[in-house]
């Protein structure tokens, strides 16, 4: 069974300073992996994917996350963190070698970015 | 582009009622997922649609929820009658076709607290 694990509930970080956000993974074929942040009263905007290719994917607003197949990582990443970027952050997985499954999500953390 | 639109935003109900979600997807998505989101927790997956025929609602209380997407474009969610546990943000989202990798794009959620 597909699952996905995110340790952290919270994370905090001064403005400027670098950011990770963890998630670890379990899926029995190839993993297609998502990060997706969630503002107060705001549905989920998606921030990037890994489908395959480079383990380091580019996505929105700077963020950006390293595929780590050995590992079993997602972690999400930001050289300088911003007080906008203080949310609530997604991890989820799908598996590729299953057409059509559905994404299953972490429990997500919460990203405070203090100035 | 449009996104994906929800009515209403937020509803309060007493235990037993009768409660109905609709979601509007992006205009040629061909995919439409429920997802119940728990305070807390990420998003679980309750129904997935492709065109209007249903692919996966293996995780849908059947005795108490029910979905249809007539005609292939929107949607409606039902719960009758509501329990305590009902309360959580209810999230539609949709993707272009039905595959692993596809970006699932979510709306603002209907927040529901049944009392």
């Known amino acids: 069974a597909q699952s996905v694990a995110q340790p952290e509930d919270q994370v905090n970080v001064a403005e400027g300073n670098p950011l990770t956000v963890k998630c670890t993974y379990s899926?029995?074929?190839?993993?297609?992996l998502f990060w997706y942040v969630q503002y107060p009263n705001r549905g989920l905007q998606f921030l990037l994917k890994?489908?395959?290719?480079?383990?380091l994917v580019k996505g929105s607003y700077g963020f950006e996350a390293e595929f780590n197949k050995s590992q079993t990582s997602f972690h999400l990443k930001k050289p300088s963190a911003l007080v906008s970027d203080s949310a609530l952050y997604f991890c989820?997985?799908?598996?590729?070698?299953?057409?059509?499954?559905?994404?299953?999500f972490g429990k997500g953390t919460t990203l405070s970015v203090s100035s | 582009e449009a996104g994906v639109a929800q009515s209403p935003r937020y509803k309060i109900i007493e235990k037993r009622q009768s409660v109905a979600f609709w979601c509007n997807p992006i205009?040629?998505?061909?995919?439409l997922y429920w997802y119940q989101q728990i305070l807390g927790q990420g998003p679980k997956l309750l129904i997935q649609?492709?065109?209007?025929?249903?692919?996966?609602d293996s995780q849908l209380p059947k005795d108490r929820f029910s979905a249809e997407r007539l005609k292939g474009v929107d949607s409606t969610l039902k719960i009758q009658p509501a329990k305590l546990e009902d309360s959580a943000v209810y999230l539609c989202?949709?993707?272009?076709?039905?595959?692993?990798?596809?970006?699932?794009?979510f709306g603002p959620g209907t927040r529901l607290l049944v009392l």
């Open positions: 989202a949709s993707s272009l076709v039905w595959t692993p990798q596809e970006t699932q794009y």
């Open positions: 899926v029995s074929g190839n993993p297609y």
């Open positions: 890994y489908i395959t290719g480079d383990n």
């Open positions: 989820a997985v799908s598996d590729g070698d299953q057409a059509g499954t559905a994404l299953i």
């Open positions: 205009s040629g998505h061909a995919t």
């Open positions: 649609f492709q065109n209007n025929g249903v692919v996966d």
